[in-house]
């Protein structure tokens, strides 16, 4: 009995040496390969020379890997931290969309409904507008006078002086015949959302995203708001390196605005990708490529960018100012996703841009992902 005892004994001590060696083996494979991110993007900030930045891998949702590297404010050498806020800009749009999608559903609302049909008392909507479906909107193939075209920038006084401003102006294209980035088109979804809600926008998202998932920190405002532990942002005008003014005010919420730092903007990614906020199957439908007049898809989905990359695999997500994305990654016919957050403060030169270097860093967990050509 005592020898059948002895060789028990060693077997399970075998047993736990042999797991043990596994998972030290597993544990160094992964530190090779968060090292080699950590190198890739130490090479990409010193080629493009940017600032500062937080980057962040989640894998199948579940977060891998962390950095800050730079600096938040480089006129007084402040070094970049995780916690500090960013503003980043049109990835506000992802909160706002699939905010609007919870509402749609609670409201037994569908995208296929017109701008007239969701805002029945505005009169002061052009019929050319009116007719355009939510959908339209969301994937920004509406065609509508797009302020930006007409200096109309993120921080207009009030919708009033958008809409008194473009009311008369001529479409860029038949509604949807072509994919063209529209900032109107999200004002109007502003507008949509306050309707649904029946409440402000800021208020709204304050109490159903912000408090619901503790992102004690997050909020919205352009540069001119003092907020506490936010990055400074900058950008190249000509030769010199300046502030880059990334400047919101409420009517433009829904289009851009958001200040939050890498932490809170994994919580509410996660609870994207968990269902919280919608289920996964409307989240399947929101990623879809939408169908243009020609029968070809377009570049967004229901909100979010979306498109397919080579070998199988898709892409979803936003960038912001052109100097950060998130993007989600997924193959067909497989349950492994990987999930890039890549927040910056602005660099010299952005000759690869944020999605490039978005995608270079996913490439590491879901090869394939840039073209080895």
Same mark, same amino acid.
């Given at each position: ?159 009033? @002086?958008?809409?008194? $401003?473009?009311? /008369?102006?001529?479409?860029? =294209?038949?509604?949807?015949? *072509?994919?063209?980035? +529209? ?83 994994? @919580?509410?990614?996660? $609870?994207?990708? /968990?269902?919280?906020?919608? =289920?996964?199957?409307?989240? *399947?439908?929101?990623? +879809? ?85």
């Amino acid at each position: 009995m005592n020898k059948y005892i002895t060789q028990l004994i060693i077997l399970i001590i075998l047993c736990c040496f042999i797991s043990s060696c596994e998972q030290q083996s597993k544990t160094n494979k992964e530190g090779t390969i968060y090292e080699k991110t950590d190198d890739y993007v130490k090479t990409m900030m010193d080629s493009l020379d940017i600032i500062g930045l937080n980057y962040c891998v989640l894998l199948d949702g579940k977060v891998m890997h962390k950095k800050a590297m730079g600096f938040a404010n480089l006129e007084h050498k402040v070094s970049m931290t995780q916690d500090k806020l960013f503003a980043v800009a049109s990835i506000s749009k992802l909160f706002s969309s699939t905010a609007l999608h919870r509402l749609l559903k609670d409201n037994n609302r569908s995208v296929n409904e017109t701008v007239g049909e969701f805002l029945p008392i505005r009169k002061d909507l052009p019929e050319t507008w009116r007719i355009l479906t939510l959908e339209n909107l969301l994937s920004h193939n509406s065609g509508i006078p797009d302020q930006i075209d007409y200096e109309i920038y993120l921080a207009p006084e009030s919708e009033k @002086v958008v809409i008194e $401003a473009l009311k /008369d102006k001529p479409f860029t =294209s038949a509604p949807g015949e *072509s994919t063209k980035y +529209n900032a109107t088109g999200f004002m109007l979804v502003r507008m949509i959302i306050e309707e649904l809600a029946r409440q402000d926008f800021e208020t709204y998202m304050q109490k159903e995203y912000f408090e619901q998932f503790d992102l004690a920190k997050a909020n919205y405002g352009g540069f001119k708001k003092n907020v506490p532990d936010r990055v400074k942002s900058y950008r190249m005008v000509g030769e010199d390196l300046e502030m880059f003014p990334l400047n919101y005010t409420p009517p433009m919420y829904a289009a851009a605005g958001l200040n939050i730092n890498m932490d809170e903007l994994i @919580v509410w990614t996660q $609870a994207v990708l /968990d269902g919280k906020i919608v =289920s996964k199957e409307s989240l *399947s439908n929101i990623w +879809n490529p939408v169908i243009l007049n020609n029968g070809k898809p377009g570049f967004f989905g229901l909100g979010w960018e979306t498109y397919e990359l080579e070998n199988g695999i898709w892409m979803t997500g936003h960038g912001g100012a052109g100097i950060s994305a998130i993007r989600h990654y997924w193959k067909e016919k497989s349950q492994e996703t990987v999930t890039i957050i890549l927040l910056t403060n602005g660099a010299r030169n952005w000759v690869n841009s944020p999605d490039d270097v978005n995608m270079g860093i996913a490439n590491y967990f879901m090869p394939g992902i840039v073209d080895s050509k």
